[in-house]
């Protein structure tokens, strides 16, 4: 009896020493305040001043991060070319503009070129692609703003690209993109095809692209560049020269099997695209790792609307209330995703990665969204993130990089 209770003090004594060891973070509730968005955004779009709701006077629950050490500068990182951040205004385009800005840097890398393509260009001819896909499944697809970054991959693939100079899909002197209007009544008339059984796909089409030739303005379908003519197709392949075979979807998820490529299963996958390569998590991070320090940058998605993500120091970490670091796994990544606490909310671009004084890792995100705007709009920092490898690992579910990136691996791929 003596002996068990000297050994239960004992372990009381080491599991309190491990307790006083661990760092336990605090959270803080947070009035919300008008940011970018309703700012600069919204009154530009509508050309009043905006309105705050009242249910945007709550309180919000945010890890607290005053006093902390955040390497929330661009300069500690050791980035890789990207053209500047660009807001993606009043839509639901993030898929487009971080991977737009993905193969924009990829022409950098191959070519030493700097180029600027239009996302809308994209963005129009991936809702023909959705209105498509609508007629042909008799409305059982998904049609909504969203979608994948490899929906930008199979547009470069079918469509060519233009640069921005080319098409910016903004009329009447506008400085931000707005979809709201224009995607309602695209939907709207979607339904009435539905309800009407009108299932002529022509005319469809054509509907569609009449609705957002008046919101958008018609695409060109030739431009000139350094004096000589190309259309999106010639332009791609031979100024850019790229190939939209080379790049790849890499997931990590285990609820499908690991060294094959599956299905993502979100709403946004509307086309049920069967492309990803998924790794086993601890693969999955040593390829994103390796990748943007040999070179290459990622157009990388997942879930932002967390407890440790801050609006206000643009950083992103996993707070110890929430999960421990040493705890972070496959498990606890899945059970997030399958309980639906993680979903397939952003998309943006990975360029930089930096390694803390405590030999934690970080990575510069290239974002288009409001949320990283609400800093100095002209200090260095304005349109970015400040990942942990810890949010990453935890939370973003995939990334879109070329395919060299992941070729000491393909082989255990069945």
């Not at 661009?74 to 009043?90: D, M, T, V």
């Not at 490529?261 to 695209?273: A, R």
């Not at 920092?381 to 935890?394: A, N, Q, R």
Request: proline fraction near 3%; aromatic fraction near 14%; hydrophobic fraction near 30%.
């Amino acid at each position: 009896m003596q002996k068990k209770a000297s050994l239960l003090l004992l372990s009381l004594a080491v599991g309190g020493a491990a307790m006083a060891q661990q760092k336990i973070d605090k959270a803080v509730f947070k009035e919300y305040k008008p940011g970018y968005y309703q700012n600069s955004i919204l009154k530009d779009i509508r050309n009043v001043d905006s309105q705050i709701n009242k249910e945007d006077n709550e309180k919000l629950f945010f890890m607290d991060q005053s006093g902390m050490e955040l390497p929330n500068k661009i300069s500690l990182y050791k980035s890789q070319w990207a053209n500047p951040s660009l807001s993606q205004g009043n839509t639901g385009s993030c898929w487009c503009f971080s991977t737009t800005s993905m193969y924009e840097s990829e022409v950098k890398r191959l070519t030493g070129k700097e180029v600027k393509f239009s996302e809308m260009f994209t963005v129009y001819n991936e809702f023909i692609e959705k209105a498509r896909g609508f007629v042909q499944s008799r409305g059982t697809t998904i049609f909504e703003q969203g979608s994948e970054a490899n929906a930008v991959t199979r547009s470069l693939k079918n469509n060519g690209v233009v640069p921005a100079s080319a098409y910016t899909g903004l009329l009447n002197g506008r400085k931000f993109h707005t979809h709201e209007k224009m995607y309602n009544e695209m939907k709207n008339y979607l339904l009435s095809v539905k309800e009407n059984n009108a299932w002529n796909e022509d005319a469809v089409i054509a509907t569609i692209k009449s609705i957002m030739n008046h919101y958008m303005g018609v695409p060109p379908t030739s431009f000139k560049v350094d004096g000589k003519e190309y259309t999106p197709a010639t332009y791609l392949k031979e100024y850019c020269k790229l190939n939209p075979d080379d790049y790849v979807e890499v997931l990590s998820y285990k609820q499908e099997p690991y060294w094959q490529q599956v299905e993502y299963k979100v709403p946004d996958n509307w086309w049920h695209s069967k492309e990803y390569y998924n790794l086993p998590l601890d693969t999955y991070m040593k390829v994103l790792k390796e990748a943007i320090k040999d070179g290459y940058t990622m157009s990388i998605g997942g879930d932002v609307s967390e407890a440790g993500f801050l609006r206000t120091t643009n950083v992103a970490l996993i707070p110890s209330f929430d999960i421990p670091s040493e705890y972070i796994n496959e498990d606890a990544r899945q059970f997030r995703f399958s309980n639906e606490t993680t979903t397939d909310d952003h998309g943006m671009h990975l360029i930089g990665f930096y390694t803390d004084k405590q030999g934690k890792e970080w990575y510069l995100i290239k974002d288009s969204s409001s949320g990283s705007r609400n800093n100095d709009e002209k200090a260095d920092e304005f349109g970015y993130y400040f990942f942990s490898s810890d949010y990453i690992k935890l939370k973003m579910m995939g990334f879109t990089v070329h395919k060299d990136a992941l070729k000491g691996y393909m082989k255990k791929f069945k």
